[in-house]
């Protein structure tokens, strides 16, 4: 039985070690630096206490229980694909064929250290809420909201985190009656953050920032962050009393030390088939991966669920010999529920049209229910549905 190694415990490796599991075909190993999944689209909730942080956590042994693949908690350091060898912290692996999704590295920004990111560690979603919490008990503060790009590669940015961020906080400021004590400022240094999602989008997000009191600062390039300041290239600064920020991604450091070809971004380069380019049996998918498509593209965690359901079939048909290999760019597409906290918006685009529909109340039960959703069929439905349904 040949074994297929999947780096990395997020929604991309996770799918592929499911689906390869499922098959029945390959010893599966997937090696994780952290024992559970998390749950990124719903962790917008942990800073407003709609969530508490282990709620959008999946136990990687709860997942195990379902598709008994093996599972190493180590930390990759190295990858060397002529030798079919993976260095890690305490170990080195070997393997038939390779799966890469252990996501990627954040640009670096002079000054970073002073803003939080809900894209970030685990842990800093819960330092967020802290800073959430103390600014309500002072009772008045500056926060300001923003992300970044990465000019060599446009699908490496991810602004749909930031904007939810600020209407849940918007939402739990108006709830405390304290929303008229606080300035809240969305920054980027794109004109049209947002774009991505079409042009519905831009009219839509204007309104609502205006009808929440949402100042924009956009279009200007940051140089740096300062404890209590965003400072632009024309020498202006946003003071803040809590930053909160989403760097665009950038290649994993990891990538240096490995034989892997790379991007000028620093991301693996790939076939629509998700293999790494001029090497057998190696795949990369997810945030690590360089997509090609429209200038929209962009990276989502349902994105990376289907590169690794693309992955897995292709390991398959290429050790069966039967079949035709699929490819992740048929149907490029955005696709997600933009919540608010007290509703949401659903945003669509593929290469034929796009648009925005706002779903006021029922939006945001939507989200919630997808966050079930992500969870039990990642654990088994009818085993423990009525555990996760009621933590909901």
């Not at 670096?108 to 330092?127: D, F, M, Q, R, Y």
């Not at 009772?139 to 300001?144: E, L």
């Not at 030390?257 to 991007?263: C, I, K």
């Not at 593209?297 to 994105?303: E, F």
Request: proline share 4%; glycine share 10%; aromatic share 10%.
């Amino acid at each position: 039985m040949k074994h297929v190694l999947i780096l990395g415990g997020g929604f991309a490796g996770i799918q592929t070690a499911i689906q390869l599991q499922k098959s029945g075909k390959f010893k599966v190993t997937l090696v994780s630096d952290r024992d559970f999944l998390y749950l990124y689209p719903i962790s917008i909730w942990v800073p407003v206490r709609i969530k508490e942080i282990d709620e959008v956590k999946v136990p990687l042994t709860k997942i195990q229980k379902k598709y008994p693949f093996e599972i190493i908690i180590d930390t990759v350091k190295e990858i060397h694909a002529a030798e079919k060898q993976v260095v890690c912290a305490v170990q080195t692996l070997s393997y038939d064929y390779l799966v890469v999704a252990f996501g990627a590295d954040k640009m670096k920004h002079k000054g970073l250290e002073n803003t939080l990111s809900i894209c970030g560690k685990p842990e800093v979603a819960v330092a967020i809420r802290d800073g959430i919490d103390a600014l309500i008990q002072k009772g008045r503060g500056k926060i300001a909201i923003g992300f970044g790009g990465n000019p060599k590669d446009k699908s490496a940015v991810r602004g749909g985190p930031a904007f939810e961020l600020i209407f849940n906080i918007h939402n739990l400021l108006k709830k405390k009656k304290i929303r008229q004590h606080f300035d809240l400022t969305f920054f980027a240094p794109m004109d049209e953050p947002g774009a991505k999602m079409g042009k519905g989008a831009l009219p839509m997000l204007d309104k609502m920032f205006a009808q929440n009191k949402i100042a924009k600062r956009f279009g200007k390039k940051i140089t740096e962050f300062e404890p209590g300041a965003v400072v632009f290239e024309d020498g202006s600064k946003l003071e803040s009393d809590l930053t909160l920020f989403i760097p665009a991604s950038a290649g994993h450091q990891v990538l240096q030390a490995s034989d892997l070809p790379l991007t000028e971004a620093g991301f693996v380069k790939i076939d629509t088939n998700c293999q790494v380019e001029g090497i057998e049996n190696v795949y990369a998918i997810g945030d690590i991966s360089h997509m090609e498509g429209p200038e929209w593209i962009a990276k989502q965690g349902h994105v990376a669920e289907l590169m690794g359901r693309i992955a897995a079939y292709n390991i398959l048909v290429t050790e069966t010999g039967s079949g035709t290999k699929k490819h992740y760019h048929e149907s490029p597409h955005i696709l997600c529920v933009m919540d608010t906290g007290n509703g949401a918006a659903f945003v669509f685009r593929n290469t034929n049209k796009s648009f925005i529909i706002p779903m006021p109340f029922l939006g945001h039960w939507m989200k919630r229910g997808w966050g079930t959703y992500a969870k039990v069929t990642k654990v088994g439905i009818w085993r423990h549905f009525s555990n996760f349904i009621f933590s909901e």
